[in-house]
């Protein structure tokens, strides 16, 4: 995904089967694997191999070998490597395929919350057995793809679901809570997008908290709370992705693309720059021209 755009709209291989699997490696300390994001769609990290620091919302934790990540509907969620290398494999489905077509006792009474998100489970689930165990089968079942592997699959999430319940809930929210919780992602969703479509003004927070009907106090640890970064930070994460843009498709000279992102000072610009892509804007055009 953009690493520009908080919120992803998630694509599946196959929307009558909507659930995939991809085997990730991130390589490099402290680089970014996962950039901050959210989705409707839930997501499970299982950590096969090194060690990351996972946030999910306002929850952070180290994972390492034989650790879920559960990530919940619509939570904002980033990791970030502790060691040179770390994998895992991420498994993203819509809850939706947890429903039956006939409206029955299990739907009403497990399916149905977690798609509303009252109920929430742990993020972190650390050396679980029986966790592994269907982990494994559901690895099996994608790769092989023999006849009915979409049924297994379906019995593997239904078992996992089971272990969730039973022994991983972290909440169960109220309908105050509930519409609480999803008026915080509208609000900052569409301070996100305000600040995707005006990086090249004068952004800050006085104006931000404003747009977000907020204190600057409340909204600064509020926007850290979702986005795992100060306000700063993601602003400046926008114009770097569009100045990288500008350098790798334009032939703008630097002094005009640093004022067409929003910054006001050429060497600051590529101080920043540098910070993000570990390369000056000037090597960047070099390899971008070859």
């Not at 977000?212 to 930070?233: D, L, N």
Request: hydrophobic share 35%; glycine share 2%; aromatic share 10%.
């Amino acid at each position: 995904m953009d690493k520009s755009t908080l919120k992803e709209k998630m694509t599946m291989p196959d929307p009558n089967f909507p659930m995939k699997l991809n085997k990730l490696c991130s390589t490099g300390v402290q680089k970014t694997a996962i950039y901050a994001h959210w989705h409707r769609e839930m997501e499970l990290l299982y950590i096969t191999k090194g060690s990351g620091l996972c946030r999910c919302n306002n929850h952070v934790f180290e994972v390492h070998p034989g650790d879920l990540v559960v990530v919940n509907c619509n939570e904002v969620h980033y990791c970030q490597n502790i060691s040179e290398v770390f994998e895992y494999d991420c498994i993203i489905l819509d809850p939706y395929i947890l429903n039956s077509r006939f409206i029955d006792l299990c739907d009403s009474k497990y399916i149905t919350p977690i798609i509303e998100n009252r109920i929430l489970f742990n993020n972190h689930i650390p050396q679980d057995i029986d966790v592994k165990a269907c982990i494994t089968s559901i690895n099996k079942e994608f790769n092989q793809r023999e006849v009915g592997f979409e049924l297994a699959l379906k019995a593997s999430l239904y078992q996992l679901i089971v272990i969730l319940m039973r022994h991983h809930i972290a909440r169960i929210l109220t309908d105050v809570q509930v519409k609480y919780r999803m008026k915080n992602i509208d609000r900052f969703n569409h301070i996100i997008h305000y600040i995707e479509t005006h990086y090249a003004d004068d952004l800050t927070i006085d104006h931000l908290s404003y747009q977000a009907h907020m204190s600057k106090y409340h909204f600064c640890r509020m926007f850290k709370q979702m986005t795992g970064h100060t306000v700063t930070h993601y602003i400046n994460s926008v114009r770097i992705q569009e100045a990288d843009n500008l350098i790798t498709h334009t032939d703008m000279s630097m002094s005009e693309i640093t004022y067409a992102v929003g910054f006001h000072d050429t060497s600051y610009f590529s101080r920043i720059y540098k910070m993000f892509k570990e390369i000056s804007p000037s090597e960047k055009r070099k390899l971008s021209k070859k």
